[in-house]
């Protein structure tokens, strides 16, 4: 369990590098589900089996499921479709394809060799984690929630007219462009007309 514990913190810590240092968002989320799922491995490797459930279910689910409801309400710039065929493409794939297999290899070693775990004398029960949260620490809960909420608002906030910016700077570039051109067009027209009208007056002069 030992070196479970070791390869799965090495896991989680190079996946945390990589989901800081990507510029993509969706790349950033994939390396950070590896990394909580890393991290879960940790705690089930420490014998806190609960704890590395709640850890999947709660970190890996349902707050990496906020985070890319984020990203999608943010991903409405003429560009989106461009980053989404870049961060679909397999090779974009290959790091946390590896380092998920890493940690699935580990998984199915445990369960092959050590079997199930023998449940601890003073181990704490689902029961006791929920009425420790929803009754003793139930301000900490609420403000957790309500933290979650004021980030989701400020992201999408902050992400609207960011996005909102650079639409209207690729518009007044548009207009400029159309401008230019338009001007071009008026000054090709004037000349192909004083052209034609030189022979006239050439004619009329003899």
Not at 42 to 65: C, K, Q, T
Request: charged letters at 15%; glycine letters at 6%.
């Amino acid at each position: 369990m030992t070196t479970l514990f070791y390869l799965a913190g090495i896991v989680a810590v190079i996946a945390t590098l990589l989901a800081i240092t990507r510029r993509h968002a969706v790349h950033a989320l994939l390396y950070l589900v590896v990394s909580l799922l890393a991290i879960a491995v940790d705690f089930y490797a420490l014998g806190a089996a609960f704890v590395a459930a709640l850890e999947v279910m709660i970190y890996a689910g349902a707050i990496m499921v906020l985070f890319v409801f984020v990203v999608m309400m943010l991903n409405v710039a003429e560009h989106a479709m461009e980053v989404e065929r870049e961060w679909l493409r397999p090779r974009n794939w290959y790091g946390p394809s590896v380092l998920a297999l890493i940690l699935l290899a580990e998984l199915a070693y445990c369960a092959f060799t050590f079997g199930s775990t023998p449940s601890l004398a003073n181990a704490v029960s689902p029961k006791q984690v929920g009425v420790a949260l929803f009754r003793i620490y139930w301000i900490g809960v609420e403000l957790v929630s309500l933290l979650l909420m004021a980030g989701l608002v400020g992201a999408c906030h902050l992400g609207h007219r960011a996005i909102t910016r650079e639409e209207e700077r690729h518009a007044t570039g548009a207009d400029t462009t159309r401008a230019d051109s338009g001007g071009d067009f008026v000054r090709a027209g004037s000349r192909r007309a004083s052209d034609e009208a030189e022979p006239d007056l050439h004619a009329h002069v003899h």
